[in-house]
């Protein structure tokens, strides 16, 4: 199985900052990286796919990079919306595998 | 745009079978490309991924469960199912179901998501 690591796991930041997580894959896994947003008590959101491919609908404040074992999520301008938590997942073989997440809360 | 809708028991007792249902609306169960999945978080925790169906039929399940697993799909009802046998407390979480969309290659995102049911496995 591919194990995922996310860091850090939890964040204190204030809104405007910059914001980055990371992700990093236990094999290289090409582009095969997604990442979602998760508010307390509802389903995840698609933020990311493919690495770098910004879902339709998602503001473009949220950006992603990486190949192969290392990826990030940045944010550039963090906004109260963006409170969450965030999960990398990937998707270059089964089973399908999350990162433990990333909680950024208010500094 | 597709929808996902979870539907099933939110209490099941321990060593009995837990049965869940998605029915997808808004667009076809039957589209080519795409998978039908099921992911569950434990309370408090990260996201595991269950398992996928195709609407042929097609099948992969996560290793850790696969013994207990089983998914279906009913195109002529737009919804497909899972059943995880011989549950204990360590089933609780919120499961959902959500649509993979696949590559050329391999599977790949989860979207979209169903809103999630909580299944508490308690006598």
């Known amino acids: 199985d591919v194990q995922m690591t996310q860091s850090p796991s939890s964040l204190s930041a204030s809104v405007g900052d910059r914001v980055t997580i990371t992700c990093r894959a236990s094999?290289?896994?090409?582009?095969?990286l997604n990442w979602y947003q998760q508010k307390p008590g509802k389903a995840p959101k698609l933020l990311i796919y493919g690495a770098s491919n910004l879902q339709s609908g998602v503001p473009s404040r949220f950006s992603g990079s990486g190949s192969g074992t290392d990826f990030t999520l940045t944010i550039s301008s963090l906004q109260p919306e963006d409170f969450a938590t965030y999960y990398c997942q990937q998707s270059y073989n089964t089973p399908l595998t999350f990162g433990g997440g990333t909680k950024v809360e208010i500094k | 745009q597709v929808q996902l809708q979870e539907s099933g028991p939110g209490l099941v007792k321990p060593s009995q079978t837990l049965s869940l249902t998605c029915t997808v609306s808004?667009?076809?169960?039957?589209?080519?490309?795409?998978?039908w999945s099921w992911i569950r978080q434990h309370p408090g925790k990260g996201l595991e991924w269950i398992g996928s169906?195709?609407?042929?039929?097609?099948?992969y399940y996560t290793p850790s469960l696969k013994s207990r697993v089983t998914m279906s799909v009913d195109t002529s009802k737009s919804h497909f199912s899972l059943n995880l046998t011989s549950v204990t407390a360590a089933d609780t979480a919120v499961y959902y179901c959500?649509?993979?969309?696949?590559?050329?290659?391999?599977?790949?995102?989860?979207?979209?998501w169903g809103q999630g049911t909580l299944v508490i496995v308690s006598s």
């Open positions: 959500a649509r993979v969309t696949t590559t050329v290659t391999t599977m790949g995102w989860f979207d979209p």
């Open positions: 094999q290289s896994i090409s582009s095969s």
């Open positions: 169906i195709y609407f042929s039929g097609s099948t």
């Open positions: 808004g667009g076809s169960i039957s589209s080519a490309g795409y998978y």
